[in-house]
């Protein structure tokens, strides 16, 4: 399952075949959208953006909203390129004179005006992006503070949209890692520092891992590790995937568990 980085860059895609430019094809193949094609046709695209796991994007008077679930998928092709052939179900094309998008086997697509965002049963409970380059840490911090969630232990609630949006599994241990902060705590035990820490993690962390391609940790540590024999998988986190492997501040092992249903792995001496 794609984490926010990985959402916010598959967006990213999107928006450069896109942004500026006016659709001169459209088309729909779904119950919810289907005939609606007019709205969108010759109009320009406005803005592409990932939400967490839904994907907006706004034309003319209206916004496409999308959510992959489990089998959704976009591509992009010059419109020259035909799709590779597949077994997924065309819902939605979107082309200009260069590009074509493509959304495929999608299941929750909705066209929504500007003002029913807010409200969107999905949109609406999101808490900040992390995902997002504009996040704010004021609005990170605020999460992290708020007495809300202060009862609920941090293996859980990192997962959880509607305290931070675009947090998946293996950006939940490594915050935790960056942050110093052992999966077993309550938001309600962390002192000041421990919050400013957890906001902060949480950003710069997504941050990396949205520029270089889901590695988390920095590109020179990276780099030695590949060229003394690691794989990408044990070198590109700190401790996601690394149980039994020695933590790169204090030596001592990596430990795995499964919490919320999903592995889990930290450091028991670094994560207090
Ligand atoms: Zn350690």
């Known amino acids: ?6 959402i916010h860059r598959a967006a990213n895609r999107i928006a450069k ?7 001169s094809e459209v088309e729909f193949h779904y119950k919810t959208v289907e005939g609606l094609e007019h709205f969108f046709l010759n109009k320009e695209v406005e803005y592409v953006k990932a939400r967490s796991k839904g994907l907006l994007i ?6 496409m909203y999308s959510h992959n679930q489990l089998y959704g998928r976009w591509t992009v092709n010059c419109s020259t390129t035909k799709p590779r052939p597949t077994n997924r179900s065309l819902r ?9 998008a493509r959304l495929w086997s ?10 029913e965002l807010p409200g969107h049963p999905y949109l609406a409970k999101l808490g900040p992006d992390v995902a997002d380059l504009a996040v704010q840490y004021d609005d990170v911090l605020a999460q992290v503070s708020n007495p809300k969630f202060a009862r609920r232990q941090l293996s859980g609630l990192m997962l959880d949209q509607g305290f931070l949006a675009g947090v998946g599994n293996y950006l939940r241990s490594e915050i935790l890692f960056d942050a110093g902060i052992s999966p077993y705590r309550k938001t309600g035990s962390l002192s000041n520092t421990e919050q400013k820490e957890l906001a902060k993690s949480a950003i710069n962390i997504t941050s990396t891992a949205y520029h270089e391609k889901g590695v988390t940790v920095p590109q020179e540590l990276y780099k030695v590790l590949r060229d003394n024999g690691q794989t990408r998988r044990q070198a590109r986190h700190y401790v996601f995937t690394r149980d039994g492997l020695e933590c790169h501040n204090c030596q001592s092992l990596i430990v795995h568990t499964r919490l919320s ?3 889990l792995d930290y450091c028991p001496i670094c994560q207090k």
Do not use: Q
């Open 1 to 6: 399952m794609p984490e926010g980085p990985e």
């Open 17 to 23: 075949a896109l942004v500026g430019n006016t659709l």
């Open 58 to 63: 706004s034309v003319g008077d209206y916004v």
């Open 92 to 100: 939605v094309l979107f082309g200009n004179e260069k590009n074509t």
């Open 106 to 115: 999608a299941t929750d697509i909705e066209i929504l005006e500007p003002w």
């Open 261 to 263: 249903g999903r592995r």
